[in-house]
């Protein structure tokens, strides 16, 4: 395990649109240690996405330097970046991201082809992550026959089923019901708690932020001071 996972060193991100430049981050410096279930809030357009997208290697930093799982991120080839996030993160989206002509378990082994794992060992694996999200029932149901917050879930066990060194999650309640959400929230922690997973999960929802260890505000791209 890698203590901290994440240290980012004065990430700035900057955006050119019709020739004009928006700083979405500014001389950003923070880490996260290991097995810390890590909130980040902020209102819409603060850079949250952002920030999780760089810690996943979708995106990379106008100036900085972003080291993730003891790999510094800008020195991956493109071909190199896919392999090391199949291996090290777990993404949660706020819209699911299912494909709907996959089954739950399809969707959820999607990660693994990427993998040298074998059909069987790929199979064992969709198995277990959709055991513990509670969905073993529905591994052949496709997305249309499933509720909202099994969809999440479904996500959610898509983001574990690799064993992934840390999962993050963008606005993972944002389009659930209060029960359902609080159902991934609960799964959270328990990742957390019992299986000592590093977690990132941006949201605007004070009551998502609150399953979280800790809690950190974004505002116009500046990370506030904890204190």
Known sequence: MYDPVVTLQRISKVYSRAGTEMSILRDLSFSIPAGTFLAIMGPSGSGKSTLLNLMAGIDRPTSGIVVVAGTRLHELSEGDMARWRARHIGYVFQSYNLIP????AENV???LLLTHLSRAERTAHVKTALRLVG???????????LSG???????????????PTMILADEPTGNLDRESAEAILTLFVRLNRELGKTIVMVTHDPRAAERAQLIRHLEKGVLETPP
């Open 101 to 104: 002509v996959l089954t739950a």
């Open 109 to 111: 082994e999607l990660p």
């Open 135 to 145: 969905l073993a029932d529905r591994m052949d149901h496709y997305p249309r026959q």
């Open 149 to 163: 917050g099994q969809e999440q879930r479904v996500g959610l066990a898509r983001a574990i089923v690799s064993d």
